[in-house]
């Protein structure tokens, strides 16, 4: 099937497609998580931030329904703190958000901790994959890659925050593997909206180059009459 | 040494630093090559995007005075395309530049012709090290990664083309695999400037979470105390 994507059309067979659900966690998107509930962030910005979880559960039921197989993924540390890089340690500090900062639900991006859990909004079912990953980008120290070649997969589909950091980071990751990666962008946010829309403008750059971007109804759209058998059912 | 780099000062030794020149090639950046010479593009956008290559010998320069290891990337591929993905093919061919497409210097971005050899500006020496990379990020199928680490590099200097696509593709690898990252803006360029500042955008993201930014202006003027010893010679 093919989706008016942008700067190009981009094909898909949804037999060997995935669809990536980048680290809804609690730290990042629950309310009162470490995130959200930092000094300085708008009530705002927290439900612009959110109002993609809705979108991005449509698409997960679009997937269960056209036999795309769905990832999560949890950016997280070891509690001892023995996956941290020396760089990455330094990066969080200098941020404002140490790895293992104590929140409501536990230390930030603590394995384990509450803090660290997918939001309630996702209830992943059996046979979909669940990683933990200590990197921004999700193939760095995971078996993400080779599960995926396993699995004969060669296209992925990019939601999750943030879109400038870990989204962007794994996609790139992913085109430079071999996948054809089609980000989704009504299903990514950034607290900051310029850097939702800097991501955006790398994923444009070049006249395509460097990868694919549409909105989750444009992919739903294309998808319905081979997903659904040509039966009229809800668009998620 | 400290530099004054944004969002945070960023610390360096520079006996376990190296400096990535990335793919400085004819296929870039010679007024004749390939994306130069494309309809379409500006005299003064070939001047605009050039105008990093006397910056970068300068950084060279003070690199080697320095004890700093430079590197250098180029992407290319093997002739008979043997190391290009579906999704690589595919990305190339929509933006207009299909790899292997003829130009004045050879085939776009095929290793052995000149077209992808690195520009006459340059002149590497004995002890630095040079890459084809057929990714945009350059970890990606090199042994880049193993080289740094068993010269106990922990830092690294991105300068190069283009920001938003092979530079940035780099940096975020290198950041999650440890490295202390910092990108030399005036030293890197995109042929749209919209797509350099977009780059800078997502790297000066999450408040530092993501990596370093500073002009090569600020690295020099940082370093010469302790490169050269407290003797008073001309900046690069």
């Known amino acids: 099937m093919t989706i008016d994507a942008r700067p190009h059309k981009f094909t898909l067979d949804t037999s060997t497609t995935a669809l990536l659900v980048i680290d809804l966690q609690n730290d990042f998107l629950h309310p009162e998580g470490f995130c959200c509930a930092m000094h300085g962030v708008e009530t705002s910005t927290v439900e612009r931030v959110r109002s993609i979880i809705p979108r991005i559960v449509g698409v997960i039921d679009w997937a269960r329904r056209s036999g795309v197989k769905v990832v999560y993924t949890r950016e997280s540390h070891a509690p001892d703190f023995s996956d941290v890089t020396p760089s990455k340690k330094v990066r969080y500090e200098n941020a404002g958000y140490p790895i293992g900062a104590p929140g409501k639900f536990g230390g930030f991006l603590i394995r384990g901790d509450s803090s660290s859990a997918l939001i309630d909004e996702l209830a992943p079912i059996d046979g979909e994959w669940q990683y933990d990953?200590?990197?921004?980008?999700?193939?760095y120290a995971t078996t993400l890659e080779a599960d995926l070649r396993a699995a004969g997969i060669d296209t992925l589909l990019f939601t999750g925050v943030t879109t400038e950091c870990c989204v962007l980071a794994t996609f790139r990751q992913a085109a430079d593997l071999g996948f054809f990666t089609?980000?989704?962008?009504?299903?990514c946010a950034a607290f900051e909206?310029?850097?939702?829309?800097?991501?955006?403008d790398v994923l444009l750059g070049e006249n395509g180059a460097i990868g694919w971007v549409a909105t989750s109804d444009a992919l739903v759209r294309s998808a319905m009459p081979r997903a659904l058998d040509?039966?009229?059912v809800p668009v998620p």
Chains 1, 2 share one sequence.
Do not use: N, S, Y
């Not at 990953?133 to 193939?139: D, E, H, R, V």
């Not at 089609?182 to 299903?187: A, F, I, K």
């Not at 909206?193 to 955006?200: C, G, Q, S």
């Open 193 to 200: 909206p310029r850097e939702h829309e800097a991501a955006l």
């Open 230 to 232: 040509g039966h009229d």
């Open 182 to 187: 089609l980000l989704l962008e009504d299903c």
């Open 133 to 139: 990953k200590p990197g921004q980008g999700a193939f």
